[in-house]
């Protein structure tokens, strides 16, 4: 079905945080008219876009990308990281370039040369230059392309690029039921890495052991009570050190002490994500393990740092390998479940809740399957 108008969920200000308060802060308009491509642009025709923690980090500005955006008054923002998408018109100067029908995925930000500030992608129609979009393989479905970037490039970027894992390698990772987690628990597999997960809640763990065929899932207690033994039972695993490395999206501190207290000699703890709004307190074995064993714990940014500072073609060979992979191996994105925008206030909410895949957001309640 073709409508002529165009829905989008709007941010009308910064959200105080980055909780169910960004629900107030966004609403859904519906512009009378498409939007025309001007010839260096594409026309696309929005399908599908996941709900990350950093939308709505950027909501509230604690991310970078909207943190100008509080003085504006009148200025609407667009959010949304990432989506898949068809073409439904070319500019001119893109002819031959792209047809009607491609898909392709989209990002707020080029994911090529510098990193720029842009706008989002919650739009059932979008105008926007050819270096925001990659076009998407055929054999790869909508779900694995809409989080590409986000789930897809960043784990194979931290497993691969950064702690430069290889097979026989052990990997730590906390909140191993997060879309990121699922997906590196069977992208390693595929590589004969062995991953490790942690998990907050006790019942998660027989469910990921299920849903990713992993066996090496712990119950990680948020206020540390059982960090012994999840060491143990780490150490039981990989042997005394014999963690090479450890990512933690959580920040709190618990989990970083744990993989300090396992990493081998020079083993890098990769800091991600920020789950955790509490302040993050190493324990002091953790601290005398990293001086003694030359441990690091650095960050990582997909948009911030990899993207500007990377090489073109080195980024075209990774993005290349990626789709390869997906390709080869059909790996999905879990899904939870899948909203219109004009739900996007239950879809943010389940979208924080606890949950077994992402939450995603469709323009039109009337196109759903
Ligand atoms: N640095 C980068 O370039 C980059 C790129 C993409 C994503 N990320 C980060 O990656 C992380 C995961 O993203 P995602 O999209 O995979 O998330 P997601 O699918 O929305 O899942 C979030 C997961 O985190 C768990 N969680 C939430 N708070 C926690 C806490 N305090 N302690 C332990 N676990 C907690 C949740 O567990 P429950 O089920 O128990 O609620 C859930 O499993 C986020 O921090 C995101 O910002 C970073």
Same mark, same amino acid.
């Given at each position: 079905m073709r409508f002529m108008t165009n829905k989008k969920i709007v941010l009308d200000r910064i959200s105080p945080s980055a909780d169910e308060s960004v629900v107030d802060c966004l609403s859904v308009v519906e512009e009378q008219r498409i939007p025309s491509p001007a010839e260096d642009e594409l026309l696309l025709k929005v399908v599908l876009s996941a709900i990350h923690p950093c939308d709505l980090l950027c909501s509230a500005g604690i991310v970078s990308r909207f943190r100008d955006f509080g003085g504006h008054r009148n200025t609407e923002v667009l959010p949304g990281l990432e989506a898949v998408a068809h073409v439904q018109q070319v500019g001119a100067a893109l002819q031959g370039s792209f047809v009607v029908g491609q898909r392709v995925t989209v990002k707020a930000w080029s994911p090529w040369g510098e990193w720029e500030i842009a706008d989002g992608?919650?739009?059932?129609?979008?105008?926007?230059?050819?270096?925001?979009?990659?076009?998407?393989p055929e054999a790869v479905s909508d779900l694995a392309a809409s989080t590409f970037f986000s789930v897809s490039v960043t784990s194979?970027?931290?497993i691969k690029e950064v702690l430069q894992l290889k097979k026989?390698?052990?990997?730590?990772?906390?909140?191993?039921?997060?879309a990121l987690g699922r997906w590196i628990i069977e992208f390693c597999r595929?590589?004969?890495?062995?991953?490790?997960?942690?998990?907050?809640?006790?019942?998660?763990?027989n469910q990921l052991k299920g849903a990713c065929e992993t066996d090496k899932v712990i119950h990680c207690a948020s206020d540390g009570s059982n960090a012994a033994q999840v060491v143990e039972y780490i150490e039981s695993l990989c042997g005394v050190r014999g963690l090479k490395g450890a990512l933690d999206p959580i920040s709190d501190g618990v989990f970083s002490s744990i993989a300090l207290k396992l990493l081998s000699r020079y083993g890098t703890v990769l800091k991600y994500g920020a789950l955790s709004?509490?302040?993050?307190?190493?324990?002091? @074995?953790? +601290?005398? #393990?990293?001086? !003694? *064993?030359?441990?690091?714990?650095?960050?990582?940014?997909i948009q911030n740092w990899w993207i500007p500072d990377t090489s073109d073609d080195?980024?075209?060979?990774?993005?290349?390998?990626?789709? @390869?992979? +997906?390709? #080869?191996?059909? !790996? *999905?994105?879990a899904v939870e479940s899948v909203f219109p925008f004009d739900k996007f206030d239950h879809a943010i909410v389940k979208s924080l809740g606890s949950k077994t895949g992402k939450v995603f957001l469709t323009p039109r309640e009337e196109e759903l399957q």
């Open positions: 992608v919650w739009s059932e129609y979008l105008c926007v230059k050819s270096d925001k979009v990659i076009t998407v194979y970027v931290m026989g390698d052990w990997l730590l990772q906390g909140a191993g039921g997060s595929y590589q004969g890495i062995n991953v490790i997960s942690t998990v907050r809640r006790q019942e998660q763990v709004d509490a302040p993050m307190f190493l324990e002091r @074995d953790a +601290l005398t #393990a990293m001086s !003694q *064993e030359g441990l690091s714990i650095r960050g990582f940014s080195h980024k075209r060979v990774v993005y290349q390998k990626v789709w @390869d992979y +997906l390709q #080869a191996s059909n !790996q *999905e994105c």
